[in-house]
């Protein structure tokens, strides 16, 4: 019990996230603020905080800019051409360019049908990385008693580590969610429907909320809106139809 609760709490906290993102009907505040915390980790990460001009690994910055944002920004021309300058004078010229680069991406589309887009896009990501942290999770559950022979506690080794796994989901999602919306190419509102049947979002979403299920394995099947249809008669040894990828008797099949 004490091993569910740690998943059931993370359940709780995706469930309000999700919920959150369905009831918005524009969550363009909520990206911009991913995106600039995507930003700002990657620029320090290149362009340490307090560090001196001959430390910053603006090259590599500037080519995982265009790689992974679309953003081509001369930042060795504008240090070279510069007598003096600042770190934060270059993080503040690259999240304009970030910003400016989104808008127009935006108002090629409009607002209405980009909101749209975006919610689908982060919805998607966020559904992909819960099941597949379901799955570490699992994992990490059936190999934790070992930790008892280096003189650990299981229990306490499963919350830190299952603590850390959802940290770096979040940061996972931010980071994808960041990277599509930066580097899809739209032209018109038409562009949009097809990106997300591309992606494996539908954009006709429901307002559908979800509520968490005190049974720790009840509603592993996240994707699925209707997940308290009954499933359909299937043998102990055949895959599980919630498509978690295990034999039903090790899944859904042992709530019977």
Known sequence: LQYDDVANEQRKEIYRLRNEILESADIGEMIT??????????????????SMEEQWELATLERLLKEEWALDLPLLETVEKAQTIEDQQLLEQITQAAEQ??????????RQSF???ERSIMLQSLDSHWREHLAALDHLRQGIHLRGYAKKDPKQEYKREAFVLFSELLETVKREVTRILMTVRLQSAADIEE????????LALENVAYSHQEQPDADENFSTISSKAPFPKVGRNDPCPCQSGKKYKHCHGKLA
């Open 33 to 50: 603020n991913l995106r600039q915390s995507v930003l700002l980790e990657q620029f320090r990460l290149h362009v340490p905080e307090g």
């Open 101 to 110: 680069a989104y808008e127009a991406k935006v108002a090629l589309v409009g």
């Open 115 to 117: 909101a749209a887009f």
């Open 195 to 202: 990106a997300a049947e591309a992606m494996g979002e539908p």
